[in-house]
């Protein structure tokens, strides 16, 4: 019996074309809230950055799981281990990196280039206060996003030991403390509502949404998710554009 429902944001819950909340989407939590099914946010965005939503969430799980919480309490909070975030700083100016940084309550972006512009209009987002690079030493980061290409991510993890990079798009990683997951994060929230594993349904469609999926009781991957994260779902749906959500939820909860 589903408990606990978890979505991941974007290509998800907002379609890149609209960066919209489909109606569909909004009929399927109605449906999961009528059958008794809480729902979470599962995403690498922080808070900032999540745009108000006409559905409701009972906690939400940020920035890949670095950031766990209800409307209530904190749950789990992983930063990046200060020496990390330095040596990232350092490679970053070294390289001239675009590099954007998750606190708590804020986000900064600094060296923009062509690269961060794209990542702005893919999510649909405003491009948060651009500072120098100096002005990023000291805070204490819960994610990074470093935009650099897929073969500089060997080097990058031997530079950040104390973190890992779950990356979803070619133009960039996010970078996170090892340990953090969405995954993580939904093994944080089932405790706390005493939610067993078996009774969750989670939606994704990044790479970076692989281990909710396999860790869910009942991973869906979307109809637009590259076939890696397909195949570590339980089962595909309609594409985000086609009310996937919806179609999944309808189909489950039929059964």
Not at 35 to 55: C, E, K, N, Q, W
Not at 70 to 86: K, M, V
Not at 157 to 176: E, H, K
Not at 205 to 213: K, S, T, Y
């Amino acid at each position: 019996m589903i408990k606990a429902a978890f979505f991941d944001i974007d290509g998800t819950l907002l379609s890149f074309k609209t960066h919209r909340v489909s109606e569909g989407t909004i009929r399927a939590f109605g449906r999961l809230h009528r059958a008794g099914v809480r729902t979470f946010i599962s995403t690498g965005r922080p808070m900032v950055l999540i745009p108000p939503m006409p559905v409701d969430f009972d906690g939400h799980i940020t920035m890949n799981g670095g950031l766990v919480f209800t409307p209530r309490e904190t749950l789990l909070s992983n930063p990046i281990p200060q020496a990390d975030t330095e040596r990232w700083l350092d490679y970053a100016q070294k390289h001239n990196l675009c590099t954007m940084i998750f606190t708590v309550d804020s986000m900064l972006v600094t060296q923009v280039n062509a690269y961060a512009t794209a990542i702005r209009d893919q999510l649909g987002f405003q491009m948060p206060p651009v500072v120098p690079i100096g002005e990023m030493r000291g805070l204490q980061a819960y994610q990074l996003i470093a935009v650099m290409p897929p073969a500089a991510d060997d080097e990058v993890a031997r530079l950040m030991p104390g973190c890992r990079l779950p990356r979803w798009c070619d133009a960039f990683t996010d970078i996170v403390a090892a340990g953090n997951s969405k995954a993580e994060g939904m093994a944080a929230i089932c405790r706390h509502f005493g939610i067993n594993r078996q009774d969750t349904l989670a939606f994704g469609d990044g790479a970076n949404d692989i281990e909710m999926l396999r860790w869910a009781g009942t991973g869906v991957a979307m109809g637009n998710a590259a076939d890696i994260v397909k195949q570590a779902a339980d089962m595909v749906t309609l594409d985000v554009d086609n009310e996937g959500i919806e179609h999944a939820v309808n189909q489950i909860l039929d059964r």
